[in-house]
C-alpha cells in the first residue's frame, strides 16, 4: 500500500476537482504534479465526489496517493513510466461533509474549480437551496459553492475563484457559468452576488485530450510484484495529453512552463475541430472498411499494410489539409494521432466506433468533404458505412430505420448508397448535391460489392 513520509511537504490546497475519476486523476491530478516538481508550482488539490457514495472515498484510505502508469508510443520511442500523484491532500464526499465544502469555500488558498462530472453533468435542475446541504446537481453545487465563499469572505471584495470545467461538450465553460447563474436566479441569491461570478469568477472553455483507459486489471498482480507496493488506485493512461485553455493564465497555474501540452488561447474552437476532424474522423473513416475486411482492433489496422497506407491517405491527403490551424501544428497532431492508433498497450475495439455513426459521421468527416471538395478515400469510407449497416449495429432508431429503407428494394450497393446520400434527415443536407462526393461513393459501393473490400481498396491509387 503506498504510505506518505510524514515529513512530506504538503502544497496548500489551491485546486478544488469536482469528481475523482480516472480522467481527472490521470489527466489534471497527473499534470498538477508534474508541474509542482518540475516548476514549484505547489498546488494542492481537493477532490470532492460529484455525486453521492456510500463509502468514504477510496482516495481517502491512501492519503490521496495513486500511481498514473503511462504507456505507448511518443516520438517514435516506446514509453513506459509511472509516477506516484502526490498533490491530493484531501478527499471528501461532500454531501456527507457539507461542512468540508464550506471551509474550502471559505479558504483564501482556493483559486481554481476543475471538474469532469460527464457531459450529463451539465444540467439544469430544480432543486432547491439548502444553505447546509451540498447541492446533487452540479451547476448548483458551483453556485452553492461560489455563494458560500461570497458570504464568507465580504461579498463583493472575495476572491473569485477560476472554474475548469473538463466535460466534453462544446461551450463547457460558458455552459456551466449558464447554468450556475440560472440556479443563482432561481434562488433568489442577490444582484450584487450575480455581478460577482460575472466580474470575479472566470468560467474557462476548455478541451481535454487523453486516452486513460483505467486500472490495468488484467496484469496488476504483475506490476504491483514489479513495484513492491500494492495500488488499487493505480490506472493506465497514454503518454499523449493536450489541455487547451480559453484564456491566459500561466502565471498562476504553470502547467506549459512545466513542459506539459497546455495550450492557453483565445479560441478553443480550432483546436476543437482539430481533434474531431483528424483523431475522431480519422477514427470513423478506417472503421468501416477495416470491419468489412476482418479486423477487429485499431492496432490491427495500423498494422496491416494495406489499411496503414489508406489511413495514412485519408489523413494527410484528405483531412489535414483543411484543419484551421497553422500547417505545423496540423502536422504535428496528426503524427501524434498515428503514434496513438498504434499504441502496443491499447485494445480499442472497431466496433465500439461504429455506435451512432451517423451522427459522428456528420460531425467528424461532412465539415472536411465540403471543405475539400475531393475526398474520395472519405468517399470509400462512407460506402464501407452504408454496407456496413445492412447488418445488425447500433444507432438512433431513426437513422437504423432511414438506411434500411437505403437498402430495402436497391438493385445494388450503388442504388442503395446513393439513397442514403440523398436522405438529408441523416446528414442534415442532401449529399447528391456534392456530386463529386456523391459520385466517388456509389463507385466505391459497386467496387466493394464486386470485389470486396480490400480488392476495392487496391483498385485506390496507392492502396
Not at 41 to 57: D, K, S, T
Not at 214 to 229: H, I
Not at 342 to 356: D, G, M, Q, V, W
Not at 428 to 448: H, N, P, V
Amino acid at each position: 500500500m503506498l504510505t506518505r513520509n510524514p515529513q512530506e511537504p504538503r502544497p496548500p490546497i489551491r485546486v478544488l476537482q469536482i469528481g475523482d475519476g480516472v480522467f481527472l486523476r490521470g489527466f489534471v491530478d497527473w499534470m498538477i504534479d508534474v508541474a509542482n516538481e518540475k516548476v514549484g508550482a505547489g498546488l494542492g488539490v481537493a477532490v470532492a465526489l460529484a455525486r453521492p457514495h456510500p463509502r468514504p472515498p477510496a482516495l481517502a484510505a491512501q492519503d490521496g496517493l495513486f500511481t498514473v502508469l503511462e504507456r505507448g508510443r511518443a516520438e517514435g520511442e516506446v514509453v513506459d513510466r509511472r509516477r506516484v500523484v502526490r498533490c491530493l491532500q484531501l478527499a471528501f464526499d461532500p454531501h456527507a461533509e457539507p461542512q468540508t465544502l464550506r471551509r474550502l469555500a471559505a479558504s483564501h488558498d482556493l483559486s481554481f474549480v476543475i471538474s469532469n462530472t460527464t457531459e450529463a453533468g451539465i444540467v439544469d435542475s430544480e432543486e432547491p437551496y439548502d444553505p447546509a446541504g451540498c447541492p446533487l446537481n452540479f451547476p448548483a453545487k458551483i453556485a452553492w459553492l461560489l455563494k458560500a465563499r461570497f458570504d464568507a469572505l465580504g461579498g463583493v471584495a472575495a476572491p473569485g475563484l477560476v472554474v475548469l470545467p473538463c466535460e466534453l461538450i462544446e461551450g463547457n465553460g460558458a455552459t456551466l457559468r449558464r447554468l450556475t447563474l440560472a440556479a443563482a436566479q432561481r434562488w433568489n441569491f442577490a444582484p450584487e452576488f450575480v455581478d460577482w461570478v460575472g466580474d470575479s469568477c472566470p468560467f474557462l472553455d476548455t478541451l481535454v485530450d487523453r486516452i486513460v483507459p483505467g486500472f490495468p486489471a488484467a496484469e496488476a498482480e504483475r506490476l504491483f510484484e514489479a513495484w513492491g507496493y500494492r495500488d488499487p488506485l493505480a490506472i493506465a493512461a497514454e503518454p499523449y495529453h493536450l489541455w487547451v485553455i480559453e484564456g491566459d493564465l500561466d502565471q498562476r497555474l504553470p502547467l506549459a512552463r512545466a513542459g506539459l501540452n497546455v495550450v492557453w488561447t483565445d479560441d478553443v474552437k480550432p483546436y476543437r475541430d482539430a481533434k474531431l476532424r483528424m483523431l475522431n474522423g480519422a477514427h470513423t473513416a478506417l472503421a468501416f472498411p477495416a470491419l468489412l475486411a476482418g479486423l477487429h482492433t485499431v492496432g490491427e489496422a495500423v498494422a496491416d499494410l494495406q489499411f496503414s497506407a489508406y489511413l495514412n491517405q485519408v489523413l494527410f491527403g484528405e483531412i489535414v489539409p483543411h484543419v484551421p490551424l497553422p500547417p505545423q501544428a496540423r502536422e504535428a497532431y496528426a503524427r501524434s494521432v498515428l503514434e496513438r492508433f498504434a499504441n502496443p498497450f491499447l485494445r480499442h475495439e472497431l466496433i465500439a466506433i461504429t455506435l451512432n455513426s451517423v451522427a459522428k459521421w456528420r460531425a467528424r468527416l461532412l465539415p472536411t468533404v465540403k471543405a475539400a471538395g475531393e475526398t474520395p478515400l472519405i468517399a470509400f469510407g462512407f460506402a464501407a458505412l452504408v454496407r456496413f449497416y445492412r447488418g445488425p449495429v447500433r444507432d438512433e432508431p431513426e437513422a437504423l430505420a432511414a438506411l434500411a429503407r437505403a437498402w430495402d428494394g436497391a438493385i445494388d450497393a450503388g442504388e442503395a448508397t446513393h439513397r442514403a446520400l440523398g436522405d438529408a434527415r441523416l446528414w442534415g443536407e442532401d449529399l447528391c448535391a456534392l456530386s463529386g462526393f456523391a459520385t466517388q461513393a456509389r463507385e466505391s459501393a459497386a467496387d466493394i460489392e464486386a470485389l470486396g473490400v480490400r480488392g476495392a481498396l487496391a483498385r485506390r491509387r496507392g492502396l
